[in-house]
């Protein structure tokens, strides 16, 4: 059978899918130590746990879960002696539309996630592990399973793991797969056992107030396997393939009309949205034109092609200057995407042309969130649900005039009055494609 594996594209550069896509890897851990497996838990294991955290910090990893907080600072807040017990949990949710990396890690290299998530627990004094997958990934938690119970049975995990006189045990946690269950607070109720109703930040900051009421840390997949690579490759290394507040290199899973969709690793920083979708990527479909990018899963706000956008850096003399960007040389990193006013998220780059209709491609993400409200707080509950009624029944050609506006007022009325952060996820794409194409939607108000 043909491999659909392709060989790194040259702006690629693969450190965390390196394995995962390469041809003949398995995921035995007879393979994975073949190749150099768990020899940076063995590094880590020699080293101070603050020295490990100052690490991950001095890498400037940023979280690759959606929020992208930086990591090392994360776990700063978990304080080692306060002789409480200490969590950590991995998100393998994995539920934004458009996002589609971390089931590549579980499917093909969980020992990497797991080498990294035993560093992470030597650092912050954590004894017990969690891996909470969505139940529709039946197939990853069967392989993440065998892959704990092959690290314990060669004395990776387990009591006294490696003659360091640490322990740590890990285990799956099939979750229920809802999309609320990726929220790091109701991922937490869920694990204890309780519906997942998100809990309110603060007191509950999951470092402070989390799993059973103690320090608990939410790392998403990718995170934790970057820490296994700064590991490998060494701090300054790592930071210097990103850029200065976004080290390393990011999966894109870019999806939609392109000629070559798929997950790709690069440096962040290192490649524009224009090289992305045009060099990786393939170009767009044959006879096609851009008409708009989603650039971090569907929550972050979609951008217009032909925008631009001021961005300041640094001149020739030092001095701070403005530039106009076009959308194409955006960089794809945490900051120049903040400066143009979305995010990068969870990685999820959304590609539309122009036989796209954007009334419709709204709609259809109404639909998944009105779907997905986990109903605690009341703008969400009714104003989602509300949103989609509406952009349901213009796309059946019953819009009337006030549309765009009521439908403006409810998701302004809906971000930041919720308990978490689903209601921003909810009402920036209804606020921003009204904003980037407000005459598909004034055209189906008539
Ligand atoms: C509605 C909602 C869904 C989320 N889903 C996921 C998810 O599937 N996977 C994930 O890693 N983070 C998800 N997050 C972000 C998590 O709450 C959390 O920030 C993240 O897991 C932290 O990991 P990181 O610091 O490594 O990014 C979601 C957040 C929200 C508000
Ligand atoms: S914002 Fe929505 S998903 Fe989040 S707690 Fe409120 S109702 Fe639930």
Not at 214 to 243: L, R
Request: hydrophobic letters at 35%.
């Amino acid at each position: 059978m043909k491999s659909l594996l392709l060989p790194p594209h040259p702006k690629e550069r693969r450190i965390v899918f390196k394995n995962a896509w390469t041809q003949g890897y398995t995921p035995d851990i007879d393979c994975y130590v073949k190749n150099g497996g768990y020899e940076e838990l063995k590094k880590a294991l020699g080293m101070k746990p603050e020295e490990i955290i100052d690490e991950v910090k001095k890498a400037n990893l940023r979280g690759r879960g959606g929020a992208g907080f930086p990591c090392g600072v994360k776990w700063g807040f978990i304080k080692r002696d306060d002789g409480k017990p200490h969590y950590i949990t991995c998100n393998a949710d994995e539920s934004e539309p458009g996002t589609f990396k971390d089931r590549y890690i579980l499917h093909n290299d969980p020992h990497q996630l797991i080498e990294g998530m035993a560093i992470a627990a030597f650092a912050l004094n954590v004894n017990l592990a969690y891996i909470y997958i969505r139940c529709e990934f039946p197939k990853a938690a069967g392989i993440v399973t065998k892959a704990i119970e092959e690290a314990r049975a060669k004395g990776f995990l387990g009591k006294n793991i490696m003659g360091s006189g640490f322990d740590i045990d890990m285990y799956v946690h099939q979750g229920a797969g809802a999309y609320i269950c990726g929220e790091e607070t109701s991922l937490i109720e869920s694990l204890e056992g309780k519906r997942p109703y998100p809990r309110i930040k603060p007191p509950y900051f999951p470092a402070v107030l989390g799993l059973y009421m103690s320090p608990t840390i939410v790392n998403n997949v990718e995170t934790f396997c970057h820490v296994k690579q700064i590991f490998k490759i060494g701090s300054g290394e790592y930071a210097k393939m990103g850029t200065a507040g976004d080290g390393g290199t990011r999966v894109m899973c870019v999806s939609g009309d392109v000629m070559r969709p798929g997950p790709y690793e690069i440096p962040a920083g290192g490649v524009t949205l224009g090289e992305l979708i045009n060099d990786v990527c393939g170009g767009m479909k044959p006879g096609r034109k851009l008409k708009a990018i989603i650039p971090g899963g569907s929550s972050s706000k979609i951008l217009r092609a032909g925008e631009t956008f001021k961005m300041k850096e640094k001149g020739p003399d030092g001095e701070m200057i403005e530039k106009e960007v076009p959308l194409l040389d955006l960089v794809m990193d945490a900051a120049s995407l903040a400066a143009a006013g979305t995010m990068i998220g969870s990685g999820g780059v959304i590609v539309m042309d122009d036989s796209r209709n954007m009334l419709w491609a709204l709609n259809n993400l109404n639909t998944f969130y009105a779907h997905e409200s986990c109903g605690q707080c009341t703008p969400c509950r009714e104003g989602v649900l509300w949103i989609d009624k509406m952009t349901t029944r213009m796309v059946n050609g019953e819009g009337i005039s006030q549309d765009p506006a009521t439908l403006k007022n409810v998701a302004d009325n809906i971000a930041g009055r919720t308990v978490c952060a689903f209601g921003e996820a909810a009402s920036w794409p209804v606020q921003s494609f009204l904003q980037k194409f407000p005459e598909e939607f004034e055209i189906a108000a008539k």
